[in-house]
């Protein structure tokens, strides 16, 4: 099983409010990711959890605060966001292991910020 | 740091037909090259990946070739049908554990029947 889910599918926001987006995997990995997808365009890297620590965080805004719980959970909390961060945000999982590269991705949360 | 380069970024092709997706890299420690599939509405879907390695790999209907030398990796998709449409990304990283990819910008292949 290799499958990565994502909560809610679909998300509305005001600039003015909080929220949360959602991400599980069950498949053991220890290196868990958030990407943002704008439309026609590939995944961009927003940050990186290993053993639960973030690893990397690339130069993304204060707006998004990242939180990995426990080795299975990765949560992305929003707030004040502006209509530019409209997007696809997409969770990945892998295995961390230099044999095991294989990077499995969920099925996204598409936001919209009014 | 890594740069992806994807050609070509639209590709038609009649049912029955082969494609071929090509992606070339820059930076030679990359050593994992995955390929993704994200139909409308989805996230991307791991179809096939290769190792530096070794220089070919095949599952069924799809297959990847690699060439260290000269930094390109090509995705190959012979008998196509109409559900092989979709965005298909190329991708590299150095696997130093978790791996970082670096993804070209994506062919949008149609399948016509």
């Known amino acids: 099983d290799t499958e990565v889910t994502q909560t809610p599918k679909h998300l509305v926001m005001g600039m003015t409010n909080k929220k949360s987006l959602k991400c599980e995997q069950h498949?053991?990995?220890?290196?868990m990711y958030w990407y943002k997808q704008k439309a026609k365009k590939p995944p961009e890297l927003m940050f990186v959890?290993?053993?639960?620590?973030?690893?990397i965080n690339e130069s993304v805004p204060s707006r998004f605060s990242p939180e990995c719980p426990n080795s299975s959970l990765l949560n992305l909390h929003l707030h004040a966001l502006q209509p530019e961060d409209s997007a696809l945000y997409l969770c990945?999982?892998?295995?961390?292991?230099?044999?095991?590269?294989?990077?499995?991705f969920g099925p996204g949360t598409r936001l919209t910020v009014t | 740091g890594e740069n992806v380069e994807q050609h070509p970024s639209t590709l038609s092709v009649q049912e029955g037909d082969s494609a071929v997706i090509k992606c070339t890299y820059s930076?030679?420690?990359?050593?994992?090259f995955p390929w993704y599939k994200q139909e409308l509405g989805k996230g991307p879907q791991l179809i096939i990946d290769?190792?530096?390695?070794?220089g070919e790999k095949k599952d069924q209907r799809i297959a990847v070739t690699l060439n260290k030398t000269a930094k390109h990796f090509s995705l190959h998709i012979t008998e196509t049908q109409p559900e092989d449409s979709a965005v298909y990304f190329c991708?590299?990283?150095?696997?130093?554990?978790?791996?970082?990819?670096?993804f070209g910008k994506g062919t949008m292949l149609l399948v016509s029947p």
């Open positions: 959890y290993s053993y639960e620590k973030l690893s």
């Open positions: 930076d030679s420690a990359s050593n994992y």
């Open positions: 290769i190792r530096s390695n070794v």
């Open positions: 991708a590299a990283s150095f696997n130093s554990g978790y791996s970082t990819l670096t």
């Open positions: 498949m053991g990995h220890r290196a």
């Open positions: 990945a999982s892998s295995p961390l292991d230099r044999g095991i590269p294989e990077q499995y």
